[in-house]
């Protein structure tokens, strides 16, 4: 079998199917600052009042303004926020942007960064692993309630993008996973359908890239297949009845589950790569890179393992993993083509050529051999 090691990351407890009203005073009963993080598009909204409530005397301040892909500009503000406000504890209620910004706003408190050539200097690369996390916690920690399926709050990675460039950055520190998540089904509700349905999408991408890994683990495998089988189930229910909080509950369950492979050092692939290349160069939202890509990067991975395809395909309902996710997800009313995102095959070429030569893309099952080869997988989603 030979050695490996499987990471727990650094986090205590994950409430599921719990009201946020309920969970979240019980989170933040040994806090005395706590830093709300949320989006402008939910600030007015019923979701935040109750967090407001729950906290109640405790807030210490609102960050209401984390803009897609975390800006560095939103990560310092919010970093100088929580000094400021000497927080002891951040509150994340939102999207992936949201919860990857106040992870690595809060690694800039720890690490004493407060300008963007500090921070993206404090980048890591993608193929890092996060190391351990014996000792004693750094200040603030975090407490998670998230609204989409993206999964970022089981995770002690984060994005964050710097706008200019059209550069994506990867953080990596093992305490920036929040300590804590609460999976309120209701809590997505006020999520955009679009929105939602596409970070499901990005949960398949997790389970589905890790599921055909050319390097399995026994605890991936596991929990990748049954993410996969929760997911085929869940979003087509969410999609036909908007107000069913079961359908809602089975897909945060099978999102954490998407996720968890990669504690068994399980990599990600192409899909995951060319979707961090579209997000930063195209402002392409991340679940919609995964509706474009994992349909055409399973088409090109085929030779390599086609049996791990075929299996997914049958959770899909079909006989090959390419086309049986393209229409599951077209089922689902979401785009599945570059050309629907505004991007046309003038654009394959600058995008391919964006590629440093770093993970996941380097873990792709088939190995991708340069340039050349992202054009061939782009064009099957042109």
Same mark, same amino acid.
């Given at each position: 079998?030979?050695?490996?090691?499987?990471?727990?990351?650094?986090?205590?407890?994950?409430?599921?199917?719990?009201?946020?009203?309920?969970?979240?005073?019980?989170?933040?009963?040994?806090?005395?600052?706590?830093?709300?993080? #949320? #989006?402008? =598009?939910?600030?007015?909204? %019923?979701?935040?009042?109750?967090? #407001?409530?729950?906290?109640?005397? *405790?807030?210490?301040?609102?960050?209401? #303004?984390?803009? %897609?892909?975390?800006?560095?500009? /939103?990560?310092?503000?919010?970093?100088?926020?929580? *000094? /400021?406000?000497?927080?002891?504890?951040?509150?994340?209620?939102?999207?992936? =942007?949201?919860?990857?910004?106040?992870?690595?706003?809060?690694?800039?408190?720890?690490?004493?960064?407060?300008?963007?050539?500090?921070?993206?200097?404090?980048?890591? =690369?993608?193929?890092?692993?996060?190391?351990?996390?014996?000792?004693?916690?750094?200040?603030?920690?975090?407490?998670?309630?998230? +609204? +989409?399926?993206?999964?970022?709050?089981?995770?002690?990675?984060?994005?964050?993008? /710097?706008?200019?460039?059209?550069?994506?950055?990867?953080?990596?520190?093992?305490?920036m996973v929040p300590r804590a998540v609460i999976l309120d089904p209701a809590a997505t509700l006020e999520t955009p359908a679009e929105l939602l349905l596409s970070s499901g999408i990005r949960a398949l991408d997790h389970a589905a890239e890790r599921w055909c890994s050319t390097e399995p683990q026994a605890f991936s495998d596991a929990v990748s297949r049954q993410a996969m089988l929760m997911l085929a189930e869940g979003l087509p229910r969410v999609h036909r009845h908007a107000h069913d909080l079961d359908a809602r509950a089975l897909?945060?369950?099978?999102? &954490?589950?998407?996720?968890?492979?990669? &504690?068994?050092?399980?990599?990600?692939?192409?899909?995951?790569?060319?979707?961090?290349?579209?997000? %930063?160069?195209?402002?392409?939202?991340?679940?919609?890179?995964?509706?474009?890509? $994992?349909?055409?990067?399973?088409?090109? !991975?085929?030779?390599? !393992?086609?049996?791990?395809? *075929?299996? $997914?395909?049958?959770?899909?309902?079909?006989?090959? %993993?390419?086309?049986?996710?393209?229409?599951?997800?077209?089922?689902?009313?979401?785009?599945?083509?570059? =050309?629907?995102?505004?991007?046309?095959?003038?654009?394959?070429?600058? $995008?391919?050529? *964006? &590629? +440093?030569?770093?993970?996941?893309?380097? +873990? !792709?099952?088939?190995?991708?051999?340069?340039?050349?080869?992202?054009?061939?997988?782009?064009?099957?989603?042109?």
């Amino acid at each position: 079998m030979g050695a490996h090691l499987h990471q727990w990351p650094a986090q205590g407890r994950v409430h599921h199917g719990a009201a946020l009203v309920d969970a979240l005073p019980r989170e933040i009963a040994d806090a005395s600052r706590v830093v709300l993080v #949320t #989006t402008r =598009s939910l600030a007015g909204g %019923a979701l935040v009042a109750s967090a #407001t409530a729950a906290i109640g005397a *405790r807030l210490a301040g609102t960050f209401a #303004t984390m803009r %897609a892909h975390s800006p560095v500009e /939103d990560v310092l503000a919010l970093a100088a926020l929580l *000094r /400021d406000s000497d927080a002891d504890l951040v509150v994340a209620l939102g999207g992936g =942007s949201v919860i990857d910004g106040s992870k690595v706003a809060c690694l800039a408190v720890w690490r004493g960064i407060a300008d963007a050539g500090e921070l993206v200097a404090a980048a890591a =690369s993608r193929g890092a692993a996060p190391g351990h996390w014996d000792g004693a916690p750094p200040a603030p920690r975090m407490v998670a309630i998230p +609204t +989409t399926l993206s999964a970022a709050e089981f995770a002690p990675h984060a994005g964050y993008t /710097d706008l200019v460039a059209g550069r994506k950055y990867r953080a990596l520190d093992p305490w920036m996973v929040p300590r804590a998540v609460i999976l309120d089904p209701a809590a997505t509700l006020e999520t955009p359908a679009e929105l939602l349905l596409s970070s499901g999408i990005r949960a398949l991408d997790h389970a589905a890239e890790r599921w055909c890994s050319t390097e399995p683990q026994a605890f991936s495998d596991a929990v990748s297949r049954q993410a996969m089988l929760m997911l085929a189930e869940g979003l087509p229910r969410v999609h036909r009845h908007a107000h069913d909080l079961d359908a809602r509950a089975l897909c945060q369950q099978a999102m &954490w589950l998407s996720v968890m492979g990669g &504690w068994s050092g399980v990599p990600v692939g192409a899909s995951h790569g060319i979707g961090y290349i579209l997000g %930063a160069a195209k402002g392409v939202p991340h679940g919609i890179t995964s509706c474009l890509m $994992l349909h055409a990067v399973m088409r090109w !991975n085929a030779p390599v !393992n086609e049996g791990r395809q *075929r299996d $997914l395909a049958h959770i899909l309902g079909g006989e090959e %993993a390419g086309p049986a996710i393209e229409a599951f997800v077209r089922g689902l009313g979401l785009p599945t083509r570059l =050309s629907e995102q505004g991007i046309g095959p003038g654009d394959i070429p600058g $995008l391919a050529a *964006r &590629w +440093t030569g770093d993970a996941p893309i380097a +873990t !792709n099952p088939r190995p991708v051999r340069g340039a050349a080869d992202l054009e061939e997988i782009l064009h099957l989603a042109a």
